[in-house]
Structure formats: C-alpha cells, structure tokens
C-alpha cells in the first residue's frame, strides 16, 4: 500500500518559518511527481506545489511563490517544503501527494497524506 506521512507542521508567527516533510513508502518514488496541497476551513482544497520526478519542474502556487520552496530527496523518499515569511492566510492543513498535477487549469494527485496542520499566527 501506498503510504505518506507528513511532519514538521505547528503554530509559528508571522514572519516566521517551517518545513515540512513527507516520507513515502509503496511507490517508485524516484519515478513519480510529489506535490503539496492544502486547505483552510471552510475553503476548498488547493494546489501549492507539485514537482516532477526529475525535480526539473516546479511549479508553486502564485500566492507562495517567491516564499515556498519545495525539494526532493529520491534517495530518501521524502518531499519538502520550506516555507518562510508566513502569513496568517497560510494557515491549514497541508497534505502531501503523489502522482500530482497542478496548472492554471487545475490540480490534482492519485495519493495523498493524512496532513499535517500549519497555524499563523498575526
């Protein structure tokens, strides 16, 4: 089975900084794009990054870029993502998945985390 598991999420300021981390299991995942997602209360779930296997393609949210970068480890099978300058409307639950698209045009992935929460506070 395919399993991804999300850590490094908490309650930081704003301003402030986390990075998150997923580590997979049950897939290739040298062979597979990764990708973060997240959603507030009461919004819809929403693409912030998807990265292809090679790592050569990124793309990030408009609202994140410049502030949200996110990496991969293949020989680990961990995804991150670095966050820095946080804001308050960054607040959510943020889930890691694979097998991601993610375009002007919609997102989307075939597996997915149980989350990790991050709050800002203002």
């Known amino acids: 089975d395919v399993q991804l598991v999300e850590s490094g999420g908490g309650l930081v300021q704003a301003g402030g900084s986390l990075r998150l981390s997923c580590t997979a299991s049950?897939?290739?995942?040298?062979?597979?794009?990764m990708g973060w997602f997240r959603q507030a209360p009461g919004k819809e779930r929403e693409g912030v990054s998807c990265?292809?296997?090679?790592?050569?393609?990124?793309y990030h949210k408009d609202s994140v870029k410049g502030r949200f970068t996110a990496s991969r480890d293949n020989a680990k099978n961990t995804l991150y993502l670095q966050m820095n300058s946080l804001k308050p409307e960054d607040t959510a639950m943020y889930y890691c998945?694979?097998?991601?698209?993610?375009?002007?045009?919609?997102?989307?992935?075939?597996?997915w985390g149980q989350g990790t929460q991050v709050t800002v506070s203002s």
């Open positions: 998945a694979a097998d991601c698209f993610l375009s002007d045009r919609g997102h989307g992935a075939s597996y």
């Open positions: 990265i292809s296997w090679t790592g050569g393609t990124i």
């Open positions: 049950g897939l290739n995942f040298a062979f597979i794009s």
